[in-house]
């Protein structure tokens, strides 16, 4: 069994920073991209990072200059440093990955629970 765990949530000021963690555990083949969600009250799901597992990275209009996202292969964690937060940044965040875990070698969507972030004006 695959699971993604995220950490790091928390209550913070705007203007803030937090950093979120996720690690891949169980018995994974490989994993490709991995990248991070995340959903309002009242919204939608929406992306707001994800990286490659050659390290590229591409982000959302509303995280660009201000959130990074990084990964490490050999830990199976991916990262999302998040600086200058906002009231509008506050959602429940959660982690995604492409993981192949069987023997046919078919990359499958993998879920977090969730992190809550919370910022507050």
């Known amino acids: 069994q695959v699971r993604l765990v995220e950490s790091g949530g928390d209550l913070v000021q705007a203007g803030g920073s937090l950093r979120l963690s996720c690690v891949a555990s169980?018995?994974?083949?490989?994993?490709?991209?991995m990248g991070w969600y995340r959903r309002a009250p009242g919204k939608q799901r929406e992306l707001v990072a994800y990286?490659?597992?050659?390290?590229?990275?591409n982000l959302a209009d509303s995280a660009k200059g201000r959130f990074t996202i990084s990964r490490d292969n050999a830990k199976k964690m991916v990262y999302l440093q998040m600086n200058s937060l906002t009231p509008e940044d506050t959602a429940v965040y959660y982690c995604?990955?492409?993981?192949?875990?069987?023997?046919?070698?078919?990359?499958?969507?993998?879920w977090g629970q969730g992190t809550q972030v919370t910022v507050t004006s």
């Open positions: 990286i490659s597992s050659g390290g590229n990275a």
């Open positions: 169980g018995t994974i083949l490989e994993i490709n991209d």
């Open positions: 995604n990955a492409q993981i192949a875990w069987s023997h046919d070698w078919q990359f499958r969507d993998c």
